[in-house]
């Protein structure tokens, strides 16, 4: 039973440039959801996605950015990017109406300079 | 707006010396309550969902429980490889669909041989 995955590992990119991470869900699920986690903090809930739609957005601007595809897969884009962005970034898949469990890929580290 | 609080923030014990770590949060309407452990530079692992006060769930060294104010998450004689950092984490309150997650700030477990 696959998990769920996440590319690439690590990135490093410089401020002002784009960035695009993928995420695939675990086999059956149909919920993506993305978080940023900074070191020493608990991860911070981002958005997510089902039906190929945005349905909850948190506190983060709209250089923030994503997607779903009919697979079920997702890309968080990020634009402009400041040192601020460096971070773990988390995918998440859940089954909608199953219940509130998400299960974590390992992430990617983005580390602006 | 949903807030959950974790303590100690880190927490040094000795192999085989038991202890709890401590969640605490305010939501409107508890949907479940999940406890994650986080390897460094990983993704967090799900470990456990409650749902309502006085249940109690297990697994290995680890018992995890509810109150109406907060869980606690149990380490019984624990072994080094119990060293990670735990998160909870609460869904975000009302509809039909499960969204966001809420964070606390996780403590940072060490167990010493």
């Known amino acids: 039973d696959a998990g769920v995955t996440q590319s690439p590992t690590h990135l490093i990119k410089t401020r002002g440039q784009q960035v695009t991470l993928r995420c695939s869900p675990k086999?059956?699920?149909?919920?993506v959801s993305w978080y940023q986690q900074a070191l020493g903090q608990g991860p911070q809930f981002i958005f997510q996605?089902?039906?190929?739609?945005?349905?909850q957005r948190g506190n983060f601007p709209d250089r923030f950015s994503g997607h779903q595809f009919p697979n079920y897969s997702s890309e968080l884009n990020v634009n402009a990017l400041l040192l601020g962005d460096s971070a773990l970034y988390l995918c998440?898949?859940?089954?909608?109406?199953?219940?509130?469990?998400?299960?974590f890929g390992p992430g990617t580290r983005l580390t602006v300079t | 707006e949903d807030q959950v609080t974790q303590s100690p923030e880190a927490l040094r014990l000795q192999e085989g010396e038991s202890s709890s770590l401590n969640c605490s949060y305010t939501?409107?309407?508890?949907?479940?309550l999940f406890w994650y452990r986080q390897d460094p530079g990983k993704g967090p692992e799900f470990l456990f969902t409650?749902?309502?006060a006085g249940e109690e769930k297990e697994k290995e060294r680890l018992k995890a429980t509810l109150t109406k104010k907060e869980s606690f998450l149990h380490i019984t004689a624990p072994k080094p490889e119990d060293s990670a950092t735990y998160l909870c984490?609460?869904?975000?309150?009302?509809?039909?669909?499960?969204?966001?997650?809420?964070f606390g700030q996780g403590t940072i477990l060490t167990v010493h041989p």
């Open positions: 984490a609460v869904p975000k309150a009302g509809g039909t669909s499960y969204g966001k997650l809420t």
């Open positions: 939501v409107s309407g508890l949907r479940g």
């Open positions: 409650l749902y309502s």
């Open positions: 998440a898949s859940s089954l909608e109406g199953a219940s509130a469990e998400q299960y």
């Open positions: 086999s059956g699920h149909d919920t």
């Open positions: 996605y089902y039906e190929e739609e945005e349905r």
